[in-house]
């Protein structure tokens, strides 16, 4: 364990990894800044706990100074490594380390990394299932979404920690070293953030940098990208595969999951008793159980936490069926290749939702997905224009603009047996806090949509009980269903549609140029803004929408198919205003600056003595007067007015400190290296 105590500990980035951070360096007996360049209402109940602990905010801004002043600096995973403050840091030799490497100090249980470009949340977690299932005390996090550093204080020794990894976490590790490292596949992704596919690979290959002749490698036979790291790994490997004939490691041979090793050959399970769906999924399985054998997981409790694991949320997750349409939530799809994967596990009749922040990498690989499979494109989002270039003439697009028009158009427009399936390919950043709030909105619209399709349903009904000769004259007459009983899409009452004189297929040719705004991101995958993509050169032209045939909105209420149509009438493309008769001469715009700031020392110092003689103290005296207790008021903002564009400060040259993830003095002094700490042998069947 490192010695802490009393050093000077500045955490960048207030998301959740840097807020585990710093109270686990506060219980440590450090003193503790964070420093973050989102505003303090971004935090909203969260500083008065870090000034209950006494930690040190500075808010609104990154100032070197206060970087300078540091014996150790711990990076939150969103936050670019590149930062300025970050280069000005290293060159004055003062350590700076990723969230992880910092919890790898503290940890004393056996430590397992999972990454790659796909399947690590579904890995990890059916990882933590296996162990927990053959009895073994498990805590599972990382970029699963508890932090890493969250399990110093809550596990014991004799458990085993399992964590999903990404690129933004190893790329700047120093002494890290899990103790059973997996790689599941790589493919281009956060190409917005690396600057090219190998350094992406290099970041993903840090994962082995430090790993022993007793340490365990899982890796991928079928990856060639994987396998061209081999050579450089110096633990032992152990492989895994869906199409090769291995001879040791855990393969698939005639539908059934095998594990060999040595003269040992064992049928873990057979691969249709795996309930997720996809190829993809079985792999994942494949991994899972090939760390879980290394682990000394039992194998009859393997077999049963794979046939009673459902899947984690947001990855092609069922979420439920209305009139025959399934829908299903991939939201975790941020990359192309994890869309890739969910389109086939379906056959045809599937309508995909595409879009969002785009990530750099090319949209070409979905186009041999298309034919056959996907009735039409729905595009989202900020990557929406470039999805449609690089994906044109393949099939039907429909320009929705936002997560709702998309969803409620793919309904219209689906048969029964048909799929809506939101797998975007893209990052969240533009409309959402981040893939779990993309998620998590679209299951609100699927439930809420079922309830319009069955009170509509039901006011139908209603109308044709009361029509019928059964009743008296006069007696529960229902002419038409009142507006209380009829619901409303997008604020239009069935009862009373908007007029639209346009014929239905005119209704569908939707384009939705300007995305709703959402609320902006205060997690640790948080981003700044981003600018829109620069329109090519030439209008681009419109992109039309089908005529419906015998789909699910055909199945509807005339009410419902009605409400539908009048909705769709509601999004036109916006037209150009009329130029103002007096023009208003423009005002320069100020911009404004937050800066919340309280000095660590000022709250948190340990006792230290006077370092100048006694008789001068008199002299000084006035420059030594205590600071406010910041129990005492709510600390003022402080608010600097800059004409807009100009530079103030560091904070214009940096990145914002939490919110450019996915997936952040002179003369101090380091940091003990941590020292090596004894590795418990663990149970390993048949080797």
Known sequence: MTEVRGKRVLVVGLGRSGRAAAQCFCRRGAIVTVTDLRPPWAFQGELRKLMAQKVGLELGLHREATFLQQDLIVVSPGVPGDLPQLEAARQSNIPVIPEIEAASW?????????????????????????????????????????????????????????????????????????????????????????????????????????????DYAILNADDPTVMSLVPEIPSRRVFFSRKRDLPEGILVSNGRILYRVGNLERVLLEAREVPLRGDFNLENVLVAAATACVLGADFAALRRAVREFRGVEHRLEYVREIRGVEFFNDSKATSVDATVNALRAFERGVHLILGGKDKGAPYAPIRPLLEGRVRYLYLIGAAATRIARELSGAVEQIRAGDLETAT???????????????????????????????????????????????????????????????????????????????????????????????????????????????????????????????????????????????????????????????????????????????????????ELLYVYEVGAEEVGCPETKLAFPEEDFEAIAPALRPSEGVEDEVLPFEVRATAAGAPTDDSQRAAHAGGKPQEGGAGSAEPESSPKKPRRQPRLPGI
């Open 106 to 214: 503290f940890l004393e249980s056996p430590l397992v990394g999972i990454t790659g470009s796909n399947g690590k949340t579904t890995t990890t977690a059916l990882v933590g299932k296996m162990l927990e299932a053959s009895g073994i005390p498990t805590f599972v996090g990382g970029n699963i979404g508890v932090p890493l550093i969250s399990a110093v204080d809550e596990v014991l020794p004799d458990s085993i920690v399992v964590a999903e990894l990404s690129s933004f976490q190893l790329e700047t590790i120093r002494d890290f070293c899990p103790h059973v490292a997996a790689l599941l596949n790589l493919t281009p992704n956060h190409l917005d953030r690396h600057p090219s596919f190998d350094a992406y690979v290099r970041a993903k290959a840090q994962i082995f940098r430090n790993q022993k002749a007793d």
């Open 408 to 590: 409620r158009q793919a309904f219209k427009l689906a048969v029964p047996g048909d799929v809506i399936l939101l797998s975007p390919a893209c990052a969240s950043f533009d409309q959402f806090q981040d893939f779990e709030h993309r998620g998590r909105v679209f299951k609100e619209l699927i439930e809420r949509l079922a309830r319009e399709v069955e009170n509509a349903h039901v006011a139908r009904r209603q109308a044709e009980a009361a029509e019928s000769p059964a009743f008296p004259a006069g007696v529960g007459t229902l002419s038409e269903p009142s507006p209380e009983a009829t619901p409303a899409f997008n604020g239009v009452a069935a009862s009373s549609p908007r007029p639209d004189t346009r014929p239905e297929s005119d209704v569908q040719a939707l384009e939705v140029s300007e995305p709703r705004k959402e609320p902006s991101a205060t997690g640790d995958e948080a981003r700044t803004p981003e600018t829109p993509p620069e329109e090519p050169a030439g209008a681009e032209p419109r992109a039309s929408g089908p005529t419906p045939g015998e789909g699910a909105a055909d199945l509807m209420p005339a009410e419902v198919k009605g409400i539908a149509a009048a909705s769709s009438a509601m999004v036109e493309p916006p037209t150009a205003r009329e130029p103002a008769a007096h023009p208003v001469p423009a005002l320069k715009r100020l």
